[in-house]
């Protein structure tokens, strides 16, 4: 009957492994070399590139929308004013 002795420390070392897991996840990483700064830098520089690009590129289409929206209307509406021009 030691088995209900064994279940009591169950308990104890489930808290004691979480507390070591949290001490183990708070640990500080080295600090980046300089090939690994220069490297960051670069790609940061290329996202900043290419997010610019993207946001001309958007620019542009909706630049294109617009217009075709613009001369969608204006050949609806003067249908329209011809046609309510009929009917008077």
Same mark, same amino acid.
């Given at each position: 009957m030691k088995a209900p002795n064994v279940w009591k420390w169950v308990p104890t070392l489930m808290v004691c492994?979480?507390?070591g897991l949290a001490g183990m996840a708070s640990a500080k990483?080295?600090?980046p070399s300089e090939e690994a700064k220069a490297k960051a830098a670069e790609a940061k520089a290329k996202a900043d590139e290419a997010a610019k690009k993207d946001g001309e590129n958007l620019g %542009?289409?909706?630049?294109?929308?617009a217009d075709r929206y613009?001369?969608?209307? %204006?050949t609806a509406s003067a249908g329209a004013t011809k046609v309510a021009d009929k009917k008077k």
């Open positions: 492994s979480v507390l990483l080295p600090a %542009k289409a909706q630049h294109r929308v613009k001369k969608q209307n %204006k």
